[in-house]
C-alpha cells in the first residue's frame, strides 16, 4: 500500500500479504523498586526535581535472559500453541548479558522451541523490541512460518548521578505473531522512520551510555515518533479520534504526554500504557510493555496505535485492530499490572550492589 504525502514524495506503509496478528502476550517486570528520590538523596542533597516515581531494577539472579524467558512463557500460556511451532524467537534488547553468545538461542532452548527455529538478537536501542516485531510479521505475512516470537527487554543501566540514572529501569514483554484469523490483536498496517540521528550511544568497552542531553527531544524523539505516527495514520485514513487507545516509547513522564498532545490524542487514551512513572524507562521493552497494559484490559473492536522510538534514531507505529479472541486469553497468564503491584523497595546501597556497580577488583 503506498500513498503519496507531504512535497509529493511517495512513502510506503507495510502491510503483508497475508493477514498477520498478535496470537499470544506476555510480560515482565522484577519486583525490586528505587524510589527517585534515593537516587537524589545521595548525589543531589535530595533537591532535585524528580522525573518519576520509581523504577524497576533486576535482582541478582535477573538479566535480559531471564525475565525475556518468563515474558515469553506468558505469550505462550496465552497463545496456546505447541513451541515447536514457532519458527523464529528474536530478542531485542541493549543488554544483551553476553557480547558474543545469542540471547535468543538461550531463551528459544528454555521454552521449548527448536531446534528447527531462526535465532537472533536484535538491536536498535529503545525500539529493538519493535524492530523483531517487525520482521516477525514479514516472516508470518510472507508465509515463510505460522508463528514467531518477537521480545523485547532490558535491564537498562545508567552513569551514576547522570539523568538517565533515575529513568533507566528493567523490564518488557514478548508477543507471539502468527495468521490474522486466529489473532487477538490483528495488524492492520505498519511503518517505520530512521534517520542517522547521533542523540545517544555507547563505544566498545564503554560501561555506560552517553546521550546528547536536550537533543534527545528534538530532533531525535519528537521528530522521528511524529513522523512515524502521522505518516501511518494518515495512509490508514485514520485520525486519533479512530483509536481508542494509544502507547508510545516512554524515556519519561514528559516526553510521551507532550507527544501525545501535538499528535492530538488525549490523556486518557494514553493512560493504560503509560506505566514510566511505576516502573521506568524500559529501553526496548518500553512501548512493548506498555502495549501489554492495553491488552490487559481492551475490548474486541478497538484499536490500538503503537510507537516507538529507539535512539540513534528511528520508530516504528503499528495500527492494532482487538478481536474477539482476547478475552478468552487474557487471564493464562499474570497481567502487566500483577507485576507492577508486587513491589518490593530497596536502597541505593542495594541497588548499587545487584545493579554490580561496585568494581573490587
Known amino acids: 500500500m503506498q500513498t503519496s504525502l507531504q512535497k509529493g514524495a511517495t512513502q510506503t506503509v507495510m502491510k503483508p500479504i497475508r493477514e498477520v496478528g498478535i496470537v499470544g502476550y506476555g510480560a515482565y517486570v522484577p519486583r525490586y523498586r528505587l524510589p527517585a528520590r534515593e537516587i537524589s538523596r545521595i548525589w543531589h542533597g535530595g533537591e532535585d ?3 518519576l516515581s520509581e523504577k524497576a531494577v533486576p535482582g541478582l539472579d535477573e538479566d535480559t535472559v531471564t525475565m525475556s524467558i518468563e515474558a515469553a512463557r506468558n505469550a505462550l500460556a496465552r497463545a496456546g500453541i505447541n513451541p515447536q511451532e514457532i519458527r523464529a524467537v528474536w530478542v531485542g534488547s541493549e543488554s544483551h548479558p553476553y557480547a558474543v553468545k545469542p540471547t535468543s538461542a538461550i531463551v528459544a532452548e528454555a521454552i521449548g522451541v527448536g531446534p528447527e527455529t531462526q535465532g537472533a538478537d536484535w538491536e536498535f536501542a529503545c525500539k529493538a523490541g519493535t524492530e523483531a516485531m517487525q520482521a516477525a510479521i514479514a516472516l508470518v505475512g510472507s508465509g515463510m512460518a505460522n508463528y514467531a516470537m518477537a521480545i523485547g527487554m532490558d535491564t537498562a543501566q545508567g552513569r551514576p548521578g547522570d539523568d538517565l540514572e533515575y529513568t533507566a529501569a528493567a523490564g518488557g514483554a514478548a508477543y507471539i505473531l502468527g495468521p490474522g484469523e486466529q489473532s487477538i490483536a490483528r495488524l492492520e498496517a505498519s ?3 530512521v534517520t542517522d540521528t547521533p542523540d545517544f550511544w555507547r563505544r566498545p568497552q564503554q560501561r555506560y551510555p552517553r ?3 536536550r537533543f534527545t527531544g528534538e530532533p531525535a524523539y519528537f ?3 511524529i513522523a512515524a505516527a502521522e505518516h501511518l495514520m494518515k495512509a490508514l485514513g485514520y485520525t ?3 483509536f481508542d487507545w494509544a502507547v508510545f516509547h ?3 513522564v514528559r516526553f510521551p504526554l507532550r507527544l501525545a498532545a501535538e499528535l492530538g490524542f488525549s490523556r486518557e487514551q494514553i493512560a493504560p500504557g503509560l506505566l514510566v512513572n511505576e516502573i521506568g524507562n524500559t529501553y526496548a521493552g518500553s512501548s512493548m510493555i506498555g502495549f501489554s497494559a492495553i491488552l490487559d484490559i481492551a475490548e474486541p473492536g478497538q484499536r490500538v496505535l503503537q510507537v516507538s522510538f529507539g535512539s540513534g534514531a528511528g520508530s ?3 495500527s492494532w485492530l482487538i478481536t474477539e479472541r482476547l478475552k478468552a486469553c487474557r487471564q493464562l497468564a499474570p497481567l502487566t499490572r500483577d507485576y507492577i503491584a508486587r513491589r518490593h523497595e530497596i536502597d541505593y546501597g542495594l541497588y548499587v550492589r545487584y545493579r554490580e556497580k561496585l568494581h573490587l577488583h
Open 191 to 193: 511503518y517505520s522512520f
Open 223 to 225: 521528530r522521528h515518533s
Open 49 to 51: 526535581d524528580l522525573p
Open 316 to 318: 516504528d507505529a503499528f
Open 240 to 242: 486519533p479520534a479512530d
Open 250 to 252: 516512554q524515556p519519561n
Open 211 to 213: 546521550h546528547g542531553g
